[in-house]
């Protein structure tokens, strides 16, 4: 949530999509191989607009970013806002096809939003971000440990304080 709010106000645009259980090694192969440890400032300088890697997304697999610069497939639901780009697009063209979470920053905007099967919540600051992870996560606990890949990249998250709030 931290990289994703420094990058609304800086106004660079973003995608990032984890991983699920579908797996997406397609996409993978599309872009360039990072296996790096998670971090907000990597984050950061990946979509920094004066560096190679910043078009396309980053794909986190087992709490790493493990590839930079990937492509996407996009949606061709009719029924998508035409005011949205390709990231957005593309978000919910990943999750159309598998379980993956796609965090989206807007270029023109700044508004981050996240797509999971096939839908998009547009409009989330750093906090709703947070809540929205921690919810779409809370099923893949058992997975593994998912907390340990929400600190380095959204910041803490406590899904008891979290409800708490709501």
């Known amino acids: 949530s931290r990289a994703a709010a420094v990058l609304s106000r800086q ?11 579908t797996g997406l090694q397609e ?29 396309g997304a980053v794909i986190i697999r087992d709490e790493r970013a493990f590839a930079a610069s990937a492509m996407l497939p ?8 035409r005011d949205l780009g390709t990231r957005h697009r593309a978000a919910l063209g990943v ?3 598998t379980d993956a979470i796609a965090i ?38 058992a997975q593994g440990s998912v907390r340990k890949l929400l600190r380095p990249i959204f910041g803490a998250v406590h899904p008891k304080r979290s409800q708490a709030k709501q």
């Open 104 to 141: 989206v920053v807007s270029e023109e905007t700044g508004g981050i939003s996240v797509a999971h099967n096939g839908r998009l919540i547009r409009n989330l600051d750093e906090g709703n971000l947070n809540r929205m992870l921690t919810n779409l996560y809370t099923g893949r606990a």
């Open 27 to 55: 996409y993978i192969d599309t872009g360039v191989k990072l296996d790096a440890e998670l971090s907000v400032d990597l984050l950061l300088t990946v979509f920094n607009k004066h560096t190679n890697l910043h078009d």
């Open 74 to 81: 996009l949606s061709e639901n009719p029924d998508i806002d």
């Open 95 to 97: 999750t159309e096809s």
């Open 11 to 21: 106004m660079t645009g973003a995608l990032v999509i984890v991983e699920g259980r």
